[in-house]
């Protein structure tokens, strides 16, 4: 059975799914994936599991990616690392509207989502018992929407146009809060700056917490290429997160 901190983290992500589900997006935008919705046993599972109890620090992500979080329902969820590290295995359905270049496979996909590696292999490295981490550690993601042109390209929500991003940030933001209020975090960390900037946004609402930030891992960023593991362990070093 949920925890009630478990069950309040199900709720807010039920929703979110709800509130962001009548949204609509204009061209480029083709295709929407929401993987709280097709993968959501996967999600509830993440959340029942690890989710149980309040938190030392939240890391915080952006959006899915193509071969994560959109293939499996965990955020940052490489299907190696949420299948053989967290022992997390659950059916996924198909997404509406599912665009040819990125099908949705599930845990079946075998493609690896290089940020999700770089993150979850990082913390697998130091807590080889998931449990370990979990005790003290959580990871979201501030949206979980998956924004596609019709070349198969990802469209950040950083790019959507001022009049469709913003219903999505006001809706985001009060999934955010809530997650911050049921896990009590003393440090709150983004990981890159776009989610930085969100915590920063609700810093006002969301009582006070310890911000901090550590690189994206993703392969677009130059400096996440070189070392991104130490670079990330130095940073949560120098910032008083990790002793």
């Known amino acids: 059975m949920p925890s009630e901190i478990a069950k309040g983290l199900i709720e807010a992500a039920r929703s979110l799914t709800e509130v962001l589900g009548g949204l609509?997006?204009?061209?480029?935008?083709?295709?929407?994936?929401?993987p709280l919705r097709y993968a959501a046993a996967a999600h509830a599972e993440y959340l029942t599991r690890f989710g149980d109890s309040k938190?030392?620090?939240l890391f915080l992500g952006m959006n899915p990616g193509p071969y994560g979080m959109a293939q499996t329902g965990v955020p940052f969820?490489?299907?190696?690392?949420v299948r053989d590290w967290m022992g997390i295995e659950c059916a996924v359905a198909r997404p509406e509207n599912e665009h040819p270049k990125r099908p949705i496979q599930g845990f079946a996909c075998a493609r690896s989502e290089v940020s999700g590696r770089r993150l979850w292999g990082f913390f697998g490295e130091r807590f080889p018992r998931p449990e370990d981490?979990?005790?003290d550690h959580f990871v979201a993601n501030y949206c979980p929407l998956v924004w596609m042109e019709a070349s198969g390209r990802n469209?950040?929500?950083?790019k959507l146009p001022v009049s469709e991003r913003e219903p999505v940030e006001a809706a985001?933001?009060?999934?955010?809060?809530?997650?911050?209020?049921?896990?009590?975090?003393?440090w709150v960390v983004g990981v890159g700056g776009f989610a930085e900037k969100r915590l920063e946004m609700i810093s006002d609402r969301s009582g006070p917490r310890r911000r901090g930030r550590i690189l994206h891992p993703s392969p677009a960023s130059p400096a996440a290429n070189r070392d991104w593991a130490g670079t990330a362990h130095r940073q949560l070093k120098e910032q008083g997160i990790w002793g």
């Not at 609509?24 to 929401?34: C, E, I, Q, S």
């Open 172 to 186: 985001c933001d009060a999934h955010l809060l809530k997650v911050v209020e049921w896990l009590d975090p003393e």
């Open 24 to 34: 609509r997006f204009g061209p480029p935008v083709t295709h929407l994936y929401n």
């Open 133 to 135: 981490f979990f005790r």
């Open 55 to 57: 938190k030392r620090v």
């Open 77 to 81: 969820g490489e299907v190696a690392a």
């Open 155 to 158: 469209r950040t929500p950083d």
